[in-house]
C-alpha cells in the first residue's frame, strides 16, 4: 500500500486557479471511483471537500471541483482565496479492500 | 450533529500496548462504517483501520496487520482499537472517522484526535 504522490506544494494567488495532482495506479485511483480529498488545517480536524471523483458535499464551495483520468485525480480550486491556504490530502479505496492516502499538497495563497 | 470523541491516548513504551476508544453520539452509529486515520508529527494522514457498521469485516493498512485489532460495540456506540507491539513509527495522532457507507468509501465526521506517543 504506497501513498498516492501528491505534489509537496502549490501556490497561487488570490483570484486564481490551482490544480493539485493525485497519482496512484491501476489497483487504486484508477481502478475505482471511490476517490475523496480532504482539507486539512493545521491543528483541526480533516474536512471532506470532495468524494466519488467529483462530487461535493454539501455547504462545500462550487470553487472546489474534482475529476479523474486514468490512475490521476485531481483538484481544482477556482477563484483562490486567503482561507483555502491549508493542507490537502486525496484518498482512494485500494483492491486490498483498504484505504490509501496521498502524501499531502500544502497549499499557499501569495 | 455528529459527535466523535477519542481517548485513550498517552505515552507508551515500544513494545507496549494501548487501547483507544471513539465514543460516538448524534447519528444511528450502527448503520455506519468506522475507521482509524492517523498522522505522525511532520507527516502526511495515514489511513490505519476500518470495520462495517456491523463489524462482520475488518480492514487494515499493511503496517499495522498482525499488530492492532479494530473493534466495535454497536450496543455501547463506541469504537475500539487496540494496538500491541507498538514502536516508534506508532507516535501520531489517531483520529476515529465516520464513513458515509456501511464499509469503506470516505468520512464526513471525525473525531479530535488522541495522541499516542511511543517512546522509551
Known amino acids: 500500500q504506497s501513498a498516492l504522490t501528491q505534489p509537496a506544494s502549490v501556490s497561487g494567488s488570490p483570484g486564481q486557479s490551482i490544480t493539485i495532482s493525485c497519482t496512484g495506479t491501476?489497483?487504486?485511483?484508477?481502478?475505482?471511483?471511490?476517490v475523496s480529498w480532504y482539507q486539512h488545517h493545521p491543528g483541526k480536524v480533516p474536512k471532506l471537500i470532495i468524494y466519488?471523483?467529483?462530487y461535493r458535499p454539501s455547504g462545500v464551495s462550487n470553487r472546489f471541483s474534482g475529476s479523474k483520468s486514468g490512475n490521476t485525480a485531481s483538484l481544482t480550486i477556482s477563484g483562490l482565496q486567503s482561507e483555502d491556504e491549508s493542507d490537502y490530502y486525496c484518498?482512494?479505496?485500494?483492491?486490498?479492500?483498504?484505504?490509501?492516502f496521498g502524501g499531502g499538497t500544502r497549499l499557499t495563497v501569495l | 450533529e455528529v459527535l466523535l470523541v477519542g481517548s485513550g491516548g498517552g505515552l507508551v513504551q515500544p513494545g507496549g500496548s494501548l487501547r483507544l476508544t471513539c465514543a460516538a453520539s448524534?447519528?444511528?452509529?450502527?448503520?455506519?462504517?468506522m475507521s482509524w486515520v492517523r498522522q505522525a508529527p511532520g507527516k502526511g494522514l495515514e489511513w490505519v483501520s476500518g470495520?462495517?457498521?456491523?463489524?462482520?469485516?475488518?480492514f487494515y493498512a499493511d503496517s499495522v496487520k498482525g499488530r492492532f485489532t479494530i473493534s466495535r460495540d454497536n450496543s455501547r456506540n463506541t469504537l475500539y482499537l487496540q494496538m500491541n507491539s507498538l514502536t516508534v513509527e506508532d507516535t501520531a495522532v489517531y483520529y476515529c472517522?465516520?464513513?458515509?457507507?456501511?464499509?469503506?468509501?470516505?468520512?464526513?465526521?471525525w473525531g479530535q484526535g488522541t495522541l499516542v506517543s511511543v517512546s522509551s
Open positions: 472517522a465516520k464513513d458515509v457507507s456501511w464499509s469503506l468509501t470516505h468520512f464526513d465526521s
Open positions: 448524534n447519528f444511528p452509529f450502527s448503520d455506519f462504517g
Open positions: 470495520i462495517d457498521r456491523s463489524g462482520s469485516r475488518t
Open positions: 491501476s489497483s487504486d485511483v484508477g481502478r475505482y471511483h471511490y
Open positions: 466519488d471523483v467529483s
Open positions: 484518498c482512494s479505496y485500494t483492491s486490498n479492500s483498504a484505504l490509501v
